[in-house]
DNA sequence: CTTCCTGCAAAGAGTTTGCATCAAA
DNA sequence: TTTGATGCAAACTCTTTGCAGGAAG
């Protein structure tokens, strides 16, 4: 699922921080912090900086491999390969959906024309109750 | 233009730095954040706290009044009436335009039907370059 | 009067940065 | 070697909080 190949962009040097956020951030499920980054890589015995992965996240959000965003009520950036970047939110359980096939590109043209802007991106969040809350009541 | 009359939720007492900031929301044409709410007022001879400001923000948020969210490349959080919390950025020239009649809720449905949650909330960001940034090239 | 609200200053949290050291190429 | 990358600690920025004084009801 998703296990795209991704790989340092040219021009940077291969180190075994970078090939390391990079593995955590295609074995994510959904956008993770910079912390949780840490943790996931402090439990496979591999150690790091927090500055070191803050800076790898700003490199490749630059160069557009990853894309970074904020969650209702939360304060810290997340990160996630692009497309991982629309998700559905559990209000109460704080589940994360992927929104895959997202249907935003029906709306693209539509945005083009009402607008004039040429659309590069977008990034989607719901809210919601998931099917296990709803259950709980 | 959505001027809709907001009032302070029932339960809070009526102040004037709160009336402050809700007029400056309602006024505001897209999400602006905590300092220039501070700004606008401090423009407008009312002096008020920032603190104030986001306990203010905390308490519109928390009653559904108002609508916190994140823009791309940017560490502070912004405030907006519900009605324009979804818009378009330009990538060169930072213009905000707001997205009416988002079309969101035709896609609403789907989302319903493939993940089951009950949705309550969406909140749209789109990039892109704006008519005249296109111009100049 | 009573309780909520505000302002101020200090504290917190997340993120960024300077600098010396280390390692890739 | 040369130059980019890392780690550490300090610095920064945005946001939150404690507390005393002030205003709303």
Known sequence: MGEQKLSIP?????????EA???????AEYPINAEQIFMELK????DI????????????????LVVKSYMMNEDKARFALPDKKNYLVCEKCGKIVIIDNCPFDKFKEE????HGFDITGH????????????KKG
């Not at 439990?43 to 591999?46: H, M, P, R, S, T």
């Open 10 to 18: 040219k021009g940077y040097r291969k180190t075994k921080q970078r």
């Open 21 to 27: 956020i990079l593995k955590v951030l295609e074995r």
């Open 43 to 46: 439990n496979n015995g591999i």
């Open 49 to 64: 900086s927090l500055s070191t992965i803050y800076r790898n996240l700003e490199m490749l959000t630059k160069e557009g």
């Open 111 to 114: 945005l083009i024309e009402v």
């Open 123 to 134: 990034s989607i969040e719901v809210y919601g109750v998931c099917p296990e809350c709803q």
